[in-house]
């Protein structure tokens, strides 16, 4: 039995293995949501999920997928899949300026393997948009990541005729939202090739084409970049001779570039494609030393660490350092602050509460229980041999990860909404 005729009888088996959560399962076809589906119901949840590992679009060949995860928990110490509260320890050996310059030295290899690795499980478990957002008491889920989007566009003047780049795009989630909104025109940069390849299918799928548009490459070297000893187009990346300097508008990044080894370089890249006077917004990634991050304290740096090794980053950077980057760069930094401020406001309900959330029929797969379920799915698909060997390691790195993102913003030690505002001088 080959593995796509076996997908019925697993999904059989799995919906009595998994009980309850199983019996609101219902088969609704194997395509790709292409509408920006929210991964947020209980309906088609298996099916949802033997698409996800079965996935046709995957540019990652089966055999390679434990391969690329052990290369990947090589640059982190091989400590993935621990979290602040499981055996974690805040020894800082994920801080060492040895291991902060493995990822950094192999930034690419470390971005690009993990988003073969994580694309499929952020999709299906969160929706097309990869990001956090603030939220209010009575908006939903999807109703507060869309706000977000549409909070650049309005402070970046998005509207028809504005060229603008997206730094970091994703499968494209919020590039689409934001054309649809603001009616401007919308280049995205990621690194990852699976990402281009189904990001600018659901641009097609959804009428955007000429709106929306993905492209394969490095924001640490745009289109047009002066290549050097330092800087190499990378393997697999073709700009076709294009050259993207003083192209857009406007640009902006949605919790990207904490995956930029070098800062300065990257936003630097940023200004050079950019008019003069352009806008570029963004929300970081960042640990708060004014809210009481601490690099002493030792479940701080697991926490810390965490959140490092679970979402592929070289290291976490401060608000100081955002700001110290963006001006190194040639911009003036117009405004910046924590979008999360308010995060335990009662008014507000909290960016990790998706996370750490209580059983709801909306945004299930992503809670606690949710995330367990989808574990005991993918270990057994793993088992059955319809997974490739390695994928319950990326999920359980996904689940502890989620565990040090809470933790975090409970402490008000990290938040991944930074917002900035800034011109090109
Ligand atoms: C957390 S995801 C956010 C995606 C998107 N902004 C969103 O909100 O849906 C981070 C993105 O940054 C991209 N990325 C990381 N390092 C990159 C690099 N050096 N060059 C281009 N893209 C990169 C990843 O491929 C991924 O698409």
Known sequence: MDAASALPAVAASLAGATGAYMLYSKRRGLDRDASGGTGASFDGQLAAGVNMLANKDSVLRRDQV?????????????????????????????????????????????????????????????????????????????????????????RLNMKPGVKALDVGCGVGGPMRNMAVFSGATIEGITINEYQVKVGNKYCEQQGLKATAHLTRGDFQNLPGFQADEKHKLWEGIDYRGQDWTARFDVAYEIEATCHSPDKVRCFSEVARCLKKGGLFAGYEWVVLPERGYDAKNARHVAIKEGIEIGNGLPTLATPADVVAALEAAGFEVLEHG???????????????????????????????????????????????????KGTSHVSAMLNATAIDLVEGGKDEIFTPSYFFLARKK
């Open 66 to 154: 434990a391969g690329s995860m052990g290369a990947y928990a090589d640059l982190f110490e091989g400590k993935t899949g621990k979290h602040s509260g499981n055996g974690l320890e805040g020894d800082g050996a994920v801080t060492t300026q040895a291991s902060i310059d493995k990822r950094r030295e192999g930034y690419r290899t470390m971005v690009n393997n993990f988003y073969d690795l994580v694309t499929d499980f952020y999709e299906y478990g969160w929706c097309q948009s990869f990001h956090f957002a603030p939220r209010y008491k009575g908006e939903t889920f999807l109703e507060s990541i869309k706000r977000a989007e549409y909070y650049l566009c309005s």
């Open 338 to 388: 924590d979008a999360n401020a308010n995060a335990h406001a009662p008014t507000e309900i909290p960016w990790y509460d998706t996370l750490d959330g209580k059983m709801s029929l909306s945004g299930f797969r992503m809670t606690r229980l949710g995330r367990a379920c989808t574990h005991a799915m993918v270990s057994s698909l793993e088992f059955l041999r319809v997974a490739p």
